[in-house]
């Protein structure tokens, strides 16, 4: 059965910091999504995967995808408290998701 | 164009009732996705349906069901309602098999007292 890992569970972070957030999986994928949750709000789509070496930029977040050794990076540059919320990565077909990683952006 | 939509929003039932949710995905998303969220269990797959076939299914009971609706609509029920059954309940819908990604409804919240 795939397994997704994120980690860390809990990120706490300065203004204006950098910071990589990681997701581990365990079966071979070539899909993988990342969602952004605000507390009390329902899911916001923010990259899809598609691809080994697929890299996708919005923002302030970029998302990379290494299919060969199943992990996903979410990089967050100067963080900003804006971007204080949960962080899911999301796994194959049918999405199975981590555990989620709560941002939290301090001044 | 209008998002995905659940309803009811919020929902209180006893234990042993049966709840029937409601999901009415994006028009022309022929592809319906649920999940449970919970704070100890996190983002659980329940079942995905695309053209009135279940085409995956996670790993809950058999109390938990669902279907999808020639216009695409899809109902989940969950039968004989336990205390953790509670949980936020929350369908996605995506055109092209999720490879544009899907979007979430602002979910069912599902209190079971």
């Known amino acids: 059965e795939l397994k997704v890992e994120q980690n860390p569970l809990f990120l706490s972070m300065q203004e204006g910091k950098n910071y990589t957030i990681y997701c581990n999986y365990s079966?071979?994928?070539?899909?993988l999504y990342w969602y952004r949750q605000d507390p009390g709000k329902s899911l916001e789509s923010l990259f899809v995967?598609?691809?080994?070496?697929a890299v996708k930029q919005e923002g302030r977040l970029m998302a990379s995808l290494d299919t060969k050794a199943r992990l996903s990076t979410l990089h967050i540059t100067a963080a900003v408290h804006d971007l204080s919320a949960t962080y899911f990565c999301?796994?194959?077909?049918?999405?199975?998701f981590g555990a989620g990683t709560r941002l939290t952006v301090k001044p | 164009k209008a998002g995905v939509t659940q309803t009811p929003r919020y929902l209180i039932k006893t234990r042993g009732q049966q709840v029937t949710l409601s999901c009415s995905p994006i028009?022309?998303?022929?592809?319906v996705s649920w999940y449970q969220q919970t704070p100890g269990q996190g983002l659980q797959f329940l079942f995905e349906?695309?053209?009135?076939?279940?085409?995956n299914k996670g790993n809950f009971p058999g109390r938990f069901s669902g279907r999808q609706f020639s216009n695409s609509r899809s109902e989940m029920n969950v039968s004989t309602l336990e205390l953790g059954d509670s949980a936020l309940y929350l369908c996605?819908?995506?055109?092209?098999?999720?490879?544009?990604?899907?979007?979430f409804g602002s979910g069912t919240r599902l209190t079971v007292v």
């Open positions: 028009s022309g998303h022929r592809s």
């Open positions: 996605a819908s995506s055109s092209g098999g999720g490879l544009y990604g899907y979007t």
């Open positions: 079966t071979t994928s070539d899909r």
């Open positions: 349906y695309f053209s009135e076939t279940q085409r």
């Open positions: 999301a796994v194959g077909d049918d999405m199975r």
């Open positions: 995967l598609l691809s080994n070496g």
